[in-house]
């Protein structure tokens, strides 16, 4: 590897480290990571809402995916914890198939689609 590639490279890492962590997600507290978030009869509908809007507009088929992913970032340096961050991301990702072609969309504010129920 050449220096001016190594150099590249370690500068695109370097950066990536300097991301904060709520860019992969809302920062939370360790004691909301044990709540559930939605139940079951929320997810069905906020599902349905997004599958019948697809319908509506002409989709021959059409799923929806409902995600809640919980992340932890653990920050060291030299042997010893400097922080600890727990980061939640939600949201809802329909699929659907119109006039013979895949379309994919996605969102993490969900009030538009509970508002529409």
Do not use: C
Not at 4 to 15: M, T, Y
Not at 23 to 44: A, M, R
Not at 105 to 111: F, I, M, P
Request: positive net charge.
């Amino acid at each position: 590897m050449k220096r001016r590639d190594f150099a590249k490279l370690a500068g695109l890492g370097a950066g990536a480290m300097m991301l904060p962590a709520t860019s992969f997600g809302k920062i939370i507290s360790p004691e909301h990571l044990l709540s559930p978030g939605l139940d079951v009869g929320q997810k069905k509908i906020l599902a349905d809402v997004a599958l019948n809007a697809a319908k509506g507009l002409g989709a021959s088929y059409a799923d929806a995916r409902i995600g809640r992913y919980l992340n932890q970032y653990v920050f060291t340096r030299e042997d010893k914890v400097q922080n600890v961050v727990n980061t939640e991301s939600f949201g809802i990702g329909i699929r659907v198939i119109a006039n013979g072609t895949w379309g994919f969309a996605s969102t993490n504010d969900v009030t538009e689609i509970g508002r529409a129920s």
